[in-house]
């Protein structure tokens, strides 16, 4: 992968994203995983947008990038990135943000996402989401390189908050980090709720505390999921493999209470149920708890579409 000098700005057409409050409602959604595509074709089921990983698609032949395009007659998509790297301490490549720039105009993404951290290292591919550290100077550094990447996007830039399981000592706090970045961009948040209530149990915090100290008004969507452990003093894994728990849901209806969400997630990636019942149940919850937040405010969802 190539990269640029630090301090220099991805070569791709500077573009002005649509600020974060005018951002549409696109309701309960899933992630496009192939072992479920054939419930996610049928039109039997109540799925409202989808999340794509976006390395899947970034330079992929024209056949896969046509499922792409056959799935866009149906759904809003949104596409879910693993390695923009945004925390590295150089610009994300130059080559990636030109072919994510296509990608999010070729399918209309409302917004873009990828995660709070960095995955490459003097060029070299980590393979794992390592978290930063928790400086007011990193935070500062990390937000403008985001902002100039969304402005090279042309679209929205949402940010995620990853897991992590061990917890160096840090001037900041994980939540007190995430606001500082958010103070130097105009990006949004994408909450991962499970990160959320993995992160406080295994390290020893208020969640509710959490959501006073980030900027709640940012939060675009979020993500669902069901992780395993947490039993024997082991720590909580966020494996995306077990149905959303009920400390998730909670958080959800919270969050939802705070801020306009736009849009609900739900995440699976292994142990899918031979019953796309369950899912679409855990998509249905989802999509009440969000709509009863919208229900609670003077404004309607139909002003954000």
Same mark, same amino acid.
């Given at each position: 992968m190539t990269t640029a000098p630090s301090g220099t700005a991805p070569a791709a057409a500077t573009a002005t994203a649509v600020p974060v409050s005018g951002l549409p409602y696109l309701g309960s959604g899933i992630g496009y995983r192939t072992e479920i595509k054939d419930a996610i074709d049928s039109p039997a089921n109540r799925i409202d947008w989808l999340e794509?990983?976006?390395?899947?698609?970034?330079?992929?032949?024209?056949?896969? *990038?046509?499922?792409?395009?056959?799935?866009?007659? *149906?759904?809003r998509i949104v596409p879910h990135g693993l390695e923009l790297s945004i925390g590295a301490p150089r610009e994300p490549s130059p080559r990636y943000v030109d072919a994510l720039a296509q990608l999010v105009d070729e399918i209309d993404a409302p917004w873009f996402s990828d995660h709070l951290c960095f995955t490459r290292a003097a060029g070299v591919a980590l393979g794992t989401l390592t978290p930063l550290p928790r400086t007011r100077e990193i935070a500062r550094e990390v937000g403008r390189r985001a902002q100039r990447v969304q402005a090279a996007v042309g679209r929205p830039l949402i940010l995620e908050n990853v897991t992590y399981y061990i917890d160096l000592l840090s001037p900041l706090s994980e939540a007190q980090f995430i606001a500082e970045v958010m103070e130097h961009c105009e990006c949004g948040l994408l909450l991962d709720l499970t990160n959320l209530d993995i992160n406080a149990r295994n390290h020893g915090y208020s969640a509710t505390e959490f959501l006073d100290t980030i900027p709640v008004e940012r939060v675009v969507q979020v993500h669902l999921a069901g992780g395993t452990g947490g039993e024997d003093d082991r720590m909580d894994l966020d494996t995306h493999s077990e149905p959303v728990p009920p400390a998730v849901w909670g958080l959800l209806g919270e969050l939802v209470g705070r801020a306009p969400v736009r849009a609900t997630l739900l995440e699976r990636d292994q142990n899918f149920p031979e019953d796309f019942g369950e899912l679409q149940a855990e998509l249905d919850r989802a999509r009440l708890i969000l709509d009863s937040g919208w229900d609670m405010r003077a404004g309607t969802r139909a002003e954000v579409r």
């Open positions: 794509v990983i976006t390395e899947h698609y970034l330079f992929a032949p024209p056949d896969v *990038r046509d499922v792409l395009h056959r799935l866009r007659r *149906r759904f």
